[in-house]
């Protein structure tokens, strides 16, 4: 199955990978995927976390396997199906699925978020669900499912208290997150380093209406001084937000850092052609408030 779609900057579309476990459908953002495999052989790591199938080296990659039916509690899976292996926040992963249906090409605005009672921000593992042929297709948080397993993986917020004492500043900053642990995770992480005037978003719409109207009252260097954006969000992505702020002439000084697990080769060179000013993975938490004091500065 080819997983390599090209898709036209910032027009709001993806690529939904649907595969299953058992009956159930779930969806994985094409993006993230590296290639699709049958199922091989691994070795099992001693002490390693329960879900963590073990290792293997197709093409000379030590690539970790994970059970995905274990990560959600379903049973384990047989020495059957295939192997989705991915690449985010620099790593390698292989997720073990029973089959894969097939590729939907979809806008981030068909994508429905989940309620509290289907997610919360500490348990949860689905970032959205698609209706797709009369059957409810779930997006898994391949992210958090990984920071479960090894917490090291995910947003290191131990850098920031390496920056040292830091003066406050009442800078603008927009941050365009959907995730509500995340959202909170780097909030938290800005203000320790300083960044007290913090404007959440949930998607990039939301975002937008934000700055088009900070814009027309003519004070947008007042209103926001840099973007930080997200790539995956419901409604508007982060390119396509990026887009907009960069192709407008109000706007396009903004400074706009793209902050995402998806940022590989690809994406990056997607992200330097809409006009980004920085793109980092999410463990760069560090490197994201060095760059914004650059940023603003200038801006």
Known sequence: MDTNILLENGTNELEILEFMLDDNCYGINVAKISEIIPYQPVTPVPNAHPSIEGIFMPRGTMITAINLKNCLQRGSQDDKGLFIITN???LDIAFHVDSVAGIHRISWRDIIKPNATVNNADAG???????????LVIILDF????????PETGLRVEEIKELGERERSDVPILMAE????L???ISDSLREAGYVNLIDCVNGQEAWDFIEKAAA????????RCVITDIEMPIMDGHRLTKLIKSTD???DVPVVIFSSLVNEEMRRKGEQLGANAQLSKPEIGNLVKIIDDLVAKF
């Open 88 to 90: 985010f926040n620099k």
């Open 125 to 135: 593992v689905s970032t959205g669900i698609v209706k797709y042929d009369n059957k």
């Open 143 to 150: 992210e958090k499912i990984v920071s479960d397993i090894a």
């Open 178 to 181: 959907d995730s509500a642990l």
């Open 183 to 185: 959202n909170k995770l």
């Open 217 to 224: 009252e003519g004070n947008i260097r007042d209103k926001v």
């Open 250 to 252: 109000s706007t396009k």
